[in-house]
């Protein structure tokens, strides 16, 4: 799968299957997550510290597998969207969101690099390009980009269908922690406060025709979500899995040994 056929499996109603690279630096074992059944993985570099070239790195890597590569950026910055496009990036998700001025600059940077500045305003504004000509190379050259948009406060929310009315938006992100924090619950994801906002963003975005992320950590709740609607599954990192699988597999292994 590469962007382009992704963004379509989501236009056509379809779901696709992804998880988060939160620890993980050495590209090495990239191609083991061709054989695990991803669509996608997010590379996180907002709470991660990895360096620009241990990102190209990977993004070179995962290129060659069958698994999108898609980054999250530090902030909802026109720069950092470049940044990770242009060192193999193929979306990037911009966290926290809560502008339309926000939304507008990274729809504009991830759609329609290497425009700039007014030019590139004025096509998220109103379609309009400089040429017919630039209009076609810039969607060759961009077809595979996706666009994801943070909504992690309750700002964000009431703020929400404004930012849905910029064009090229492909997903809505929900950050279960910074937005139960926002809602005053910290990670109390089985209140009702909590619930009702998330499916009011999975609705609104729907509506639009755009799929919604909300990234969980356990199977259970990644279920719950598909059950309201949302389609473009973010489901746990490279650091629950690492600890979930050697916690089962030794947990097993003490308990048999026990029997002997």
Sequence with gaps: MNGA??????????RVFGTMISIARNPKWIPILDTVGL?????????????RGELGDFLIMMNTTGVVPIVRIPIPDPHYVTMAMDAGAQGILAPYCETVEQVREVVAAAKWRPLKGEAAERVVLTGE????????????????SICIIGIESEAA?????????????????????????????????????YQDV?????????AKGIATLVHQQTPDLSEYWISQGARFILHGTDRRALTEGFKSDFGQLRDFAKKQ
């Design 5 to 14: 056929e992704l963004k379509q499996t989501l236009k056509s109603g379809g």
């Design 157 to 193: 929310v009431n703020n929400l269908a404004a930012m849905l009315e910029v064009r090229g938006i492909d997903g809505i992100f929900v950050g279960p922690n910074d937005m139960s924090i926002s809602l005053g619950i910290p990670d109390q994801y089985d209140q009702k406060i």
């Design 198 to 206: 998330v499916k009011k963003v999975i609705d609104m975005s729907e």
């Design 129 to 144: 390009h400089v040429s017919d000509a630039t209009r076609s190379y810039l969607e060759d050259r961009n077809k595979n």
């Design 39 to 51: 669509d996608y993985v997010v590379i996180d570099t907002e709470h991660n510290y990895r360096s």
